[in-house]
Nanobody, 125 residues
């Protein structure tokens, strides 16, 4: 199974972008998905998760009210809608797959066993 990301690109501050993530190959009926982001020289940081640890959705404080994670179950595709973007949102964004939905801490990278290839997002002021 691989996670294939699409979307991303370069936008102006205040604009919107949507990232998509879909698995290729075998899929599971229930699972959790997360989005993380990484800037040069830093660790991946949690952005959002869906269907994880008993929560429908969960967000990092710095994206609450601006980003929305959602999933199209029929297409097995997870989305990250990013609105009102800021220059500090510039990063490489990764989707991640977690086979189990309950327990644990979905903000931890170690909870996820499969990662997308990453998509660059650049937000200019």
């Amino acid at each position: 199974v691989q996670l294939v990301e699409s979307g991303g690109g370069a936008v102006q501050a205040g604009d919107s972008l949507r990232l998509s993530c879909a698995p290729s190959g075998r899929t599971f009926s229930t699972y959790a998905m997360g989005w993380f982001r990484q800037t040069p020289g830093k660790e991946k940081e949690f952005v959002a998760a869906i269907n994880c640890s008993g929560r429908t959705t969960e967000y990092a404080d710095f994206v609450k009210g601006r980003f929305t994670i959602s999933k199209d179950s029929a297409k097995k595709t997870t989305f990250l809608e990013m609105n009102n973007q800021k220059p500090e949102d510039s990063a490489v964004y990764f989707c991640a797959f977690r086979k189990r939905t309950g327990g644990g801490n979905c903000k931890r990278k170690a909870e996820y066993g499969l990662w997308g290839q990453g998509k660059q997002v650049i937000v200019s002021s």
